[in-house]
Nanobody, 123 residues
Framework: VQLQASGGGLVQAGGSLRLSCAAS????????MGWFRQAPGKEREFVAT????????YYVDSVKGRFTISRDNAKNTVYLQMNSLKPEDTAIYYC?????????????????WGQGTLVTVSS
């Protein structure tokens, strides 16, 4: 599956953005999907993941209550709704697909990655 992320941009602290990740291929609905981010000078970190059905989600503690991951299998798209953004959320955000079958936070379990979309939150 090939992934294309979009929706990044510049937003003030407290604002919102919705990232989208469009996938090619007819097997999208079988993949666990995840969002990761990488801030300047830092390692890539897990943000959120969603099961193939959308029934199960999991978030890193720093975004719980502010970010929501969702998916529309009919549109081959996964979303990341980001509210109450903080300057520390500034990063390149990547979507990724895993065929491991269960939600996972490890980037090693994701075998397909999008190109990333930049989110900048100003204070």
């Amino acid at each position: 599956v090939q992934l294309q992320a979009s929706g990044g941009g510049l937003v003030q602290a407290g604002g919102s953005l919705r990232l989208s990740c469009a996938a090619s291929g007819r097997t999208f609905s079988t993949y666990v999907m995840g969002w990761f981010r990488q801030a300047p000078g830092k390692e890539r970190e897990f943000v959120a993941t969603i099961s193939w059905s959308g029934a199960t989600t999991y978030y890193v503690d720093s975004v719980k209550g502010r970010f929501t991951i969702s998916r529309d299998n009919a549109k081959n798209t996964v979303y990341l709704q980001m509210n109450s953004l903080k300057p520390e959320d500034t990063a390149i955000y990547y979507c990724a697909a895993s065929n491991i079958g269960v939600i996972t936070t490890s980037p090693m379990n994701y075998n397909n990655w999008g190109q990333g979309t930049l989110v900048t939150v100003s204070s």
